[in-house]
């Protein structure tokens, strides 16, 4: 396999990449409770595997993951108030991007993808790329450009199918459930305990936001819907669709 | 009626309304583009209706509407690049939201509630809660409480099938559609020339935004779909139900 | 009459109002007390009634207004300790401004009018102003401008006299005061109650800022001197001089 | 004569007039042309020397001057367009207060002083001093005082008389001419050329401010007003009017 | 081998190390040419496996890295006009030393160790873990410590003498050397390509520092020092003796 | 001797010979305690004198020194808890530094250097050179340069044999020490009282820094080291060396 984190390369293998005009995928995830049964780390582990695998596939380079993230919402993660979830103010994760995609850009990098594992980064994201452009814009820079991609939104309605059975909870309260815990059970199986997992109906929540949080609104576990369900089977669907759907929207959209 | 408007009380009559735990509601908007055949400011203009409704039914204030709001994103509001539409950075977002938050709790107010009428502003705004409470709390202030609401998210679905007839498009591209446009039409009909609608099926989009934006994606009116079925009495309804359910919501959230 | 408010416009027809190349008026307010017998919106009702008036003369238009402002300062103001009194830290305010006349500009808008009607505003305003002309001009704009005003200022002595019969105590302690009620009269009798009005003589001040506020130097009332003597016919003189005075310059300003 | 600059004493001296409780002046001033007739640093020089002689009348100290200040004006100092004026940003002016001030506090400080000599930066030192105060109250700092003063503030109309003999033009216009030629003529005397003084009416200018600057409108000279008349003995005359004005305010002010 | 990775832990374990008052060890690094013999990710791989072995001995946990740094300087990185060194504003690094800090705290985590790979990241963590203390006293937390340190000041004289045989050339142009080279091929060898090592001597500088960078000054390869006498023994001995080093080190800090 | 300050320079003379393209120096220092022996403001004034005398020498100019500096750490100045130590956050320094910088260039000046006289202020005036090249460039002004250094960077081996006599400590811990004791006993004689030198071996500190800081680990006297060896002699040598090398330096850089 080629080497495709911009990490393990030499600079000037590196530059050799940039001057045939590769793409640059940049995981964006964060350090989040994900319940009981599983580790603090699938919002950066799986954007990570994922970018590796789209890289092989489109011929691209993988930046070092941003660890760390946006503060978790509790209807779509459980909130902010829990144990371990460890999170930025939504200025500091504006400005990482910011940085990082200028630096990229004065390599001269002109496509760069931002693979987002946790959805509460996506307006600070959206923020960064927008500042990085004006900036590169001040700089005479005009033809950087920038994807920005949340991995699940590249699920097709077949696949959530065959995993849901049609019990499909939506995207909002799949924080810990099936999606996550089977693309872990594949990738990281040793960072999985299904014995612990917590069997509980999908969390509702009324249509607002409180603050502060209160706490009961989610439940004991920190996962917003069951994860029992999950399996290694279902992570290596989803993952080969994610892989597939993500690379081929890649190649049409920097063509 | 009784007034409501915060600005239009003198500060005795505020003081009072404050002194009995009123709660205050802060419409917050945008100044954006919505086709051809709509003003530019219903993201204003329909929480400011919503809330000064909702004061009237739960004897609540309402302050000021924030009347610029978050950048336009393509898939949700046509893009930042159309004219007309006039966006503040996210830091100015958050930072209004958290200057104003604070002072009313310096005036006394424990109960507020942001009307959200600008689907960019969601994160924005969360971020300037979460800032003001943090300083509130360094101000031993730690009984102050916010709500986040959109108010389509209270719109239930025995009216969208009334209103929508089975084709709703999803809230996700109902910019200057149907919702808007009805509201419009039964609040302001004079800001809506319903001769100017243009009938498009609704947008359709990748599952990524793209920087810069390709504005050949938006559809040439500004709007992501089409406004041709709204009315004056489809705005009626929405307009109840909003008024409606969050008078409910409040009421229990604020017990 | 024509409509001013860009708000008001669908986008098309504000496109076509920029490439005729007119000029933006933006109302600057605040959400401030003015004593007992006075709504606590003139800061931003006064300038947005001017710039309407003012728009309609010179073939201008009119952005929504800045509803909040900067914090009310004790020797023009009455204090931000004051009930009510809602501001804004300083940096929120020039970024504010910042942002509205870039996104001004990046529409075709060349020709910009702050109308301030809260005098703290002014240094942030200035400063916000300053930033903007420095953004664009990396953005390669160098045609733009911006004219800062504050509506008094267009106040001529004859008119002072009119109104003050020698005794004008200077537009420091007119915070709640002649002027304001006046204005306000004519245009908004229902957000005045003259029997509120509370006699008393021009506050007077030490040479100096205290910090924190000492709220014994302000009158109880909250204004700075007695609205006893305001008509809405000395209102209407007044808006009449400001608007006459304020297209004129703004002819001659932009010619 | 008693040292009073702070940055003169070695630390356990310091410590003992802390202890004491005595107030701290801090001249605020900017580097900014005066005219060819006149050094650039006059709006620096001043404030200290009035600094340093109210120390010695009430028994105070004075904290190093801060050089640099915001941004000139075009009609309170001629504009920031000119060669030599070099000025900070709003924000850099009101984090330096900020943090000076929050210094002194830690020491024990709790009566300060800030000694302005730059129009210009009045509003940005009051949002310092009200950041500062925040910020102290969070670390249950609450007797922390600070008053701002202009020094020109304290020249009493006997003075004005004296000096201009009916001819004040207003402090608006006095950048580089009466009060600090004279003021530098007096303590300063190699500093100040009188043979190079412009001989002008003094400025006038529309009673609005236009950005970008219009050069034309600020004198040649880049005074507002002509120092022709300043000499040493009004100089004298205002500075012993000041340091006593201001002794006494502060004696009363801190009781 | 106990799991010492917070990552990798799910919440409760987390939880239950926080409750027995471990501290938590945070590798920051970079992502910077390290001369074309090597990775770009030494400078975060190495405090990550110092890090790690750390935990083990001491009963810690490892946060994440902080994978990207602050920009390389010409006399101690090459400087950051070199490709492939990809890195953020001094603010960027600050705020995110601060969030973590502070995020780790509320969880109750009363022990913190920065363990630093990037030289120029000094300044700004050390600013980071001041604002994070300022705001966790605003927050009452008090007993919140952290330490700082960099690896190699962890090095003895002893294991210096049998690495460079009295040819030391000092930390400062170690980058891209003997130390990180002989490190990495210990812990990664499949990242170094010893044919690749260009041989030179230490570089030179000037007493001073020259903006805009002078590309010249920097050796081609990019290192300021020649790998060509690193080994894995070396780097096996050095690692033992900074995790010796480090251990024992913390156990007094924190006893 | 000509005049170097640009403060006491009339803008018509600073005009021409920022013409002639002379480089301007400017000393960037704190208010940091230095002992009981010794005024606390050294690193200010010693700054100043080099900056004076390598301007006349190479016919420069020097602009008013930043007096304020970035907080003292306690292994290089005692640390920040100390009283009278008054020090700024790491932002206000770089704000400072980049707006003077970029005021200079727009005057005109290509050639500056930033002589510092206080080690912590490094890392943030680096920034501040590199936020102020980023914002020239974006100005299209690509051909200003800045150079910074350390004074005592200049002095060599001989002069530290002659002085210390083999004692030397390092720069490390010379706060308060030989260095500048010597210095000051040259140009300020009556800021120091050799009488209160306190006399012990230099401080020694663990490889890590401490936060929140151990004050038991600073000596009593808030010196590193001790100054009992410091002479006028050795004042006036290391000044000469000072500024010959600087002055050798800056032909060299900006030839």
Redesign the interface.
Known sequence: MRRV????????A??EK?RQGVPVLIPVGS?E?????????PD?LLPTAISERVAQNIDGLV??????G??S?QKSGGG?H???????????V???IR??LK??AR??VRKTVLVNGHY?N???I??G???A?R?L???GIRDF?????SYW??IDQASIDTIYQGDFPGWAVEHGGVLETSLMLHLHPD?V?MS?VRDHPPATF???????IKPEWTPES?CLSSASRASAEHGKLILSVCVQ?IGD?LR??FD
């Open positions: 984190h911009i990490g393990e390369l030499a600079w000037p590196y530059v940039v350090l409770q994900h319940g009981p049964h599983m580790s603090m780390n950066v930046a070092p993951a941003i660890a760390y946006y503060k919402q902010n829990m144990p371990g979830t460890t999170s930025l103010d939504g200025l500091t504006t400005q990482t940085d990082v630096e990229l390599h001269g509460e996506s307006a600070f959206a923020e790329v927008d500042l452009l900036e814009r001040w700089d450009s920038c994807i920005i991609l939104d590249f960072l305990d612990q009324p249509p607002y936001d409180f603050f502060p920190g759907g929207a049409t959209a």
